[in-house]
């Protein structure tokens, strides 16, 4: 049946902010059924775009703020150069022609398999100047999924970061009859296609802008395929236009100038090739917030990329969150000040949780003794950890899957507001954030303005809205398969909305078990509540068709070294721990604590620790580290036989 909502006018109230222009805070409408919030919705906070495309971006920062730093570019000594408006057009421009000199033609598709590189967004939008659509595949794939995505999307060209890269996949090449071009970027090809497109007419461009629009087709991304072959999500340059225009006005404070006077800037360090750091790099050009690019994840690299960039927000997945909150602890540890951090991490989930309460008027907010002990502890805690993200950083964007209450709160404690979200390759991003100034901790926030989210009658949230994608790309018939006849998008995940309409998200559908006296568990939140101790790396909660729920575990190695240094024990490989009667002792006690959260027949009753560590190279996580729960239960057969076996 159609849905109505309230016809009473929508509150809309600027936030108490210390600078002009702030942002606006739109209040839900709700439907409900039952006595419950079935469906929320968020008007759009600026109209949907009506022409023109991703692809005239570049070129209208350069025409409207030819000087302003819109990226920074990484210098081989590890310095920063700033690239203005004009400069990032005329390269976008160059490169875009190179394109065209090489006989690729408009909607022709281009793949780029690469680290998060400045290479990487500057093809991208070359590619959509030319009138093509880019093909993001991940660095980290097999030959035989590069081979697979390269055949689903007919890719006529392909730029790869490394000479490896291109190597690996030449014996595929005779199954790719459509893929004539291959570049390699380390190789300076990106450069050699700027120098090869100088003869083009510069009007060719203006042309093939020319005829995009809104709803042109502007990329094919794959998802991680958790089951079953990945799909390819047709994303138009209006979903991207949608997502980030509307993300840009309600994240006021993270797009725009700070009260402190600083420029907004982010260094991007998740995969381009995933949707969520891909949203973010647009936004940046969208909104001209000065964007960096780090390519290694490794600890020190990154750490040294954030000191050196500063950057004012980050773009970040729970797990980095709690590695940061794990590490911290731990250096305390090991300078005998493991109680002195306990204390100030009580503190600033306190802080946090009383700044929610005033925020949403059922508290006073913190007390003078909680605001005396923040003050106290600033500099001996929080400060540290405001340094290790670079030392400016005020604002996070959170997605990927739960963050939690405890840790959200710690981190706003600390001085770094969290905004949780959530969202799916389908939807560009975000389809729900935490809204400014008014947060509910432990949820993923409301509706993206121009979103609605409804739960279905068994628990299944679905989406609509303008970022929500057409369809699944159809290899066969070139164009897109619809993903919902009705306009509404199944999610797969299972959520519920409170009164106020903030979502939460329970698990997922397909992986709800049902144990055999029949209690339906969502292993979700008991896995990210054990994931977050620092003796676990990963969890996988089991039970579907048995008499109870058990888990598999995997040890975190910083955090096991960490552990036994603390004890005076030498460090060993992990499968010598597995009899550990001390580490069981520890992980039973956290088993014991997450089982708090559920009632008894979901409760984890045994768990095994494994001798490694689930990873993307055997299979077992999906680039953006999702479980593929298959995979884990067919290479741990036995260990999971044995957790029944009695």
Same mark, same amino acid.
């Given at each position: 049946?159609?849905?109505?909502?309230?016809?009473?006018?929508?509150?809309?109230?600027?936030?108490?902010?210390?600078?002009?222009?702030?942002?606006?805070?739109?209040?839900?409408?709700?439907?409900?059924?039952?006595?419950?919030?079935?469906?929320?919705?968020?008007?759009?906070?600026?109209?949907?775009?009506?022409?023109?495309?991703?692809?005239?971006?570049?070129? @209208?920062?350069?025409?409207?703020? /030819?000087?302003?730093? %819109?990226?920074? !570019? +990484?210098?081989?000594? #590890?310095?920063? *150069?700033?690239?203005?408006?004009?400069?990032?057009?005329?390269?976008?421009?160059?490169?875009?022609?190179?394109?065209?000199?090489?006989?690729?033609?408009?909607?022709?598709?281009?793949?780029?398999?690469?680290?998060?590189?400045?290479?990487?967004?500057?093809?991208?939008?070359?590619?959509?100047?030319?009138?093509?659509?880019?093909?993001?595949?991940?660095?980290?794939?097999?030959?035989?999924?590069?081979?697979?995505?390269?055949?689903?999307?007919?890719?006529?060209?392909?730029?790869?970061?490394?000479?490896?890269?291109?190597?690996?996949?030449?014996?595929?090449?005779?199954?790719?009859?459509?893929?004539?071009?291959?570049?390699?970027?380390?190789?300076?090809?990106?450069?050699?296609?700027? @120098?090869?497109?100088?003869?083009? /007419?510069?009007?060719? %461009?203006?042309? !093939? +802008?020319?005829?995009? #629009?809104?709803? *042109?087709?502007?990329?094919?991304?794959?998802?991680?395929?958790?089951?079953?072959?990945?799909?390819?999500?047709?994303?138009?340059?209006?979903?991207?236009?949608?997502?980030?225009?509307?993300?840009?006005?309600?994240?006021?404070?993270?797009?725009?100038?700070?009260?402190?006077?600083?420029?907004?800037?982010?260094?991007?360090?998740?995969?381009?090739?995933?949707?969520?750091?891909?949203?973010?790099?647009?936004?940046?050009?969208?909104?001209?917030?000065?964007?960096?690019?780090?390519?290694?994840?490794?600890?020190?690299?990154?750490?040294?990329?954030?000191?050196?960039?500063?950057?004012?927000?980050?773009?970040?997945?729970?797990?980095?969150?709690?590695?940061?909150?794990?590490?911290?602890?731990?250096?305390?540890?090991?300078?005998?000040?493991?109680?002195?951090?306990? !204390?100030?991490?009580?503190?600033?989930?306190?802080?946090?949780?009383?700044?929610?309460?005033?925020?949403?008027?059922?508290?006073?907010?913190?007390?003078?003794?909680?605001?005396?002990?923040?003050?106290?502890?600033?500099?001996?805690?929080?400060?540290?950890?405001?340094?290790?993200?670079?030392?400016?950083?005020?604002?996070?964007?959170?997605?990927?899957?739960?963050?939690?209450?405890?840790?959200?709160?710690?981190?706003?404690?600390?001085?770094?507001?969290?905004?949780?979200?959530?969202?799916?390759?389908?939807?560009?991003?975000?389809?729900?954030?935490?809204?400014?100034?008014?947060?509910?901790?432990?949820?993923?926030?409301?509706?993206?303005?121009?979103?609605?989210?409804?739960?279905?009658?068994?628990?299944?949230?679905?989406?609509?809205?303008?970022?929500?994608?057409?369809?699944?790309?159809?290899?066969?018939?070139?164009?897109?398969?619809?993903?919902?006849?009705?306009?509404?998008?199944?999610?797969?995940?299972?959520?519920?909305?409170?009164?106020?309409?903030?979502?939460?998200?329970?698990?997922?559908?397909?992986?709800?078990?049902?144990?055999?006296?029949?209690?339906?568990?969502?292993?979700?939140?008991?896995?990210?509540?054990?994931?977050?101790?620092?003796?676990?790396?990963?969890?996988?909660?089991?039970?579907?068709?048995?008499?109870?729920?058990?888990?598999?575990?995997?040890?975190?190695?910083?955090?096991?070294?960490?552990?036994?240094?603390?004890?005076?024990?030498?460090?060993?490989?992990?499968?010598?721990?597995?009899?550990?009667?001390?580490?069981?002792?520890?992980?039973?006690?956290?088993?014991?604590?997450?089982?708090?959260?559920?009632?008894?027949?979901?409760?984890?009753?045994?768990?095994?620790?494994?001798?490694?560590?689930?990873?993307?190279?055997?299979?077992?996580?999906?680039?953006?580290?999702?479980?593929?729960?298959?995979?884990?239960?067919?290479?741990?057969?036995?260990?999971?036989?044995?957790?029944?076996?009695?």
């Amino acid at each position: 049946m159609p849905i109505s909502y309230s016809s009473a006018p929508v509150a809309v109230a600027p936030l108490d902010l210390d600078h002009d222009g702030g942002p606006v805070l739109v209040e839900p409408q709700t439907r409900r059924l039952n006595g419950e919030v079935r469906e929320v919705y968020v008007p759009p906070l600026v109209p949907p775009v009506s022409h023109g495309s991703l692809a005239d971006l570049p070129f @209208e920062n350069a025409t409207e703020m /030819p000087g302003h730093h %819109v990226l920074s !570019r +990484r210098d081989p000594d #590890g310095g920063w *150069t700033e690239v203005t408006a004009v400069q990032f057009a005329d390269q976008v421009l160059a490169v875009a022609k190179g394109l065209i000199a090489e006989g690729l033609m408009p909607g022709d598709r281009i793949a780029i398999m690469a680290r998060t590189t400045y290479e990487w967004t500057l093809l991208d939008f070359a590619a959509w100047a030319a009138g093509l659509v880019t093909v993001p595949v991940y660095p980290t794939s097999s030959v035989f999924q590069t081979r697979w995505i390269l055949q689903d999307s007919g890719a006529v060209a392909l730029v790869t970061e490394t000479v490896g890269q291109a190597a690996a996949l030449g014996p595929e090449l005779s199954r790719l009859p459509d893929l004539h071009h291959v570049w390699v970027m380390e190789k300076g090809h990106v450069e050699r296609l700027a @120098e090869q497109g100088a003869p083009v /007419p510069d009007q060719e %461009v203006v042309v !093939r +802008r020319g005829v995009l #629009g809104p709803d *042109t087709l502007a990329t094919i991304i794959y998802t991680s395929g958790t089951t079953g072959r990945p799909k390819g999500c047709a994303l138009s340059h209006g979903n991207f236009l949608a997502e980030v225009d509307n993300a840009i006005e309600l994240l006021h404070p993270v797009f725009k100038a700070t009260t402190t006077g600083d420029e907004p800037s982010t260094l991007l360090f998740l995969p381009l090739s995933h949707v969520f750091g891909r949203m973010v790099a647009v936004a940046c050009i969208r909104a001209r917030v000065r964007l960096g690019h780090a390519p290694s994840l490794q600890a020190e690299d990154l750490l040294a990329d954030l000191a050196s960039f500063r950057p004012t927000f980050l773009l970040v997945i729970p797990y980095m969150l709690e590695k940061v909150f794990n590490n911290a602890r731990a250096t305390a540890e090991r300078s005998g000040r493991a109680a002195l951090f306990d !204390r100030a991490a009580s503190v600033a989930r306190r802080y946090g949780e009383a700044l929610e309460a005033r925020q949403h008027g059922t508290g006073s907010g913190p007390s003078r003794s909680l605001k005396a002990a923040r003050v106290l502890y600033d500099p001996l805690v929080y400060r540290r950890i405001r340094n290790a993200l670079g030392g400016r950083v005020r604002h996070v964007i959170c997605g990927g899957s739960p963050l939690g209450q405890r840790l959200a709160a710690f981190y706003t404690g600390t001085g770094i507001e969290i905004f949780e979200g959530y969202g799916l390759t389908e939807t560009t991003g975000a389809a729900t954030v935490t809204p400014p100034l008014r947060p509910r901790l432990g949820t993923v926030g409301w509706p993206l303005p121009g979103t609605r989210v409804r739960i279905a009658a068994d628990g299944e949230i679905l989406l609509a809205g303008g970022q929500v994608f057409r369809g699944y790309w159809d290899p066969h018939g070139g164009g897109v398969v619809p993903a919902s006849p009705d306009g509404w998008l199944p999610t797969g995940d299972i959520g519920r909305l409170d009164d106020e309409g903030y979502l939460t998200i329970t698990g997922r559908k397909k992986e709800i078990l049902i144990t055999a006296g029949g209690k339906n568990v969502a292993p979700a939140p008991l896995e990210n509540w054990l994931r977050s101790h620092p003796l676990i790396s990963q969890c996988m909660v089991l039970g579907d068709g048995r008499p109870y729920v058990s888990a598999l575990i995997t040890l975190d190695p910083e955090g096991i070294v960490h552990w036994r240094q603390m004890r005076g024990k030498h460090p060993v490989p992990p499968e010598l721990l597995l009899d550990d009667e001390e580490l069981h002792a520890v992980l039973q006690r956290a088993v014991d604590e997450t089982n708090k959260l559920v009632s008894r027949p979901e409760s984890i009753r045994r768990f095994a620790v494994l001798p490694v560590d689930f990873t993307q190279e055997a299979g077992h996580l999906t680039p953006s580290m999702k479980l593929r729960r298959m995979a884990v239960m067919r290479d741990f057969a036995a260990e999971v036989e044995q957790l029944y076996a009695r």
